[in-house]
């Protein structure tokens, strides 16, 4: 398994402002995504994010809202932009290895939009 | 579009009662993972099925894929209040991709 740490594990942000949250792994991974928890909810895929590349984006969320970096294979940022209330979630890293059918969760940061 | 369907959506039950959980789908998966989120932490992965009939026991937890890799279960017998939670069943399809679809989740207390 992979440790998966991410900071901050919470912050309270104000509407029009930005906010980036960093992934960071203990080990080389393969594939690299971020999910958004909304209260209550399951998880929504937001995008794989690709090693040296541009994230590939799931339906409804685009790259200007959030970008995505991934500058090495243990390394990844996700920026919320432009924030309204309707962007509190929480919003989880996740990896897997090529080989593995395994999925490991960091911790999640917990983001409120006032 | 593969979607995974988990009943029941919530479970209120006494500590030492018996439940199962269900995550059905039509489509076929080439595997499928059972997870388990407390409040405040990320989901954390208790077990990965990927044969068609297979078995898996995890303490009091008894894991099941159908035979058809279309449907799986999670049965907790004695349930404790530290098995409260929020269970989570997801799984890739067949069709070699990387992408892993999950369920809505069944959010169960255990009350003492």
């Known amino acids: 398994s992979a440790v998966i740490s991410q900071k901050p594990s919470r912050d309270i942000c104000q509407r029009g402002t930005s906010l980036t949250i960093q992934c960071q792994v203990d080990?080389?991974?393969?594939?690299m995504f971020w999910y958004r928890q909304q209260p209550g909810q399951s998880l929504t895929l937001i995008a794989t994010?690709?090693?040296?590349?541009?994230?590939?984006?799931e339906s409804g969320f685009v790259i200007d809202k959030f970008p995505i970096s991934r500058p090495n294979l243990t390394f990844s940022t996700l920026t919320v932009s432009n924030m309204s209330p309707e962007d509190s979630s929480i919003y989880l890293c996740?990896?897997?290895?090529?080989?593995?059918?395994?999925?490991?969760f960091g911790p999640g940061t917990r983001l409120t939009v006032t | 579009t593969q979607l995974l369907e988990q009943s029941p959506q919530f479970l209120s039950i006494q500590e030492g009662e018996n439940l199962t959980v269900y995550c059905n789908s039509s489509s076929v998966f080439s595997s499928l993972q059972w997870y388990r989120q407390e409040p405040g932490e990320g989901p954390v992965l208790l077990v990965t099925?990927?044969?068609?009939?297979e078995v898996k026991k995890l303490k009091r937890l008894t894991f099941q894929f159908g035979d058809a890799r279309k449907d799986s279960s999670l049965h907790i017998t004695a349930a404790q209040p530290g098995d409260t939670g929020l269970y989570l069943c997801?799984?890739?399809?067949?069709?070699?991709?990387?992408?892993?679809?999950f369920g809505a989740g069944t959010r169960l207390f255990v009350k003492a």
């Open positions: 997801a799984g890739r399809g067949d069709t070699g991709g990387f992408k892993t679809i």
């Open positions: 996740s990896v897997t290895g090529v080989d593995s059918y395994e999925q490991y």
């Open positions: 080990s080389q991974v393969t594939m």
């Open positions: 099925v990927v044969t068609g009939g």
């Open positions: 994010a690709n090693q040296g590349s541009e994230a590939t984006y």
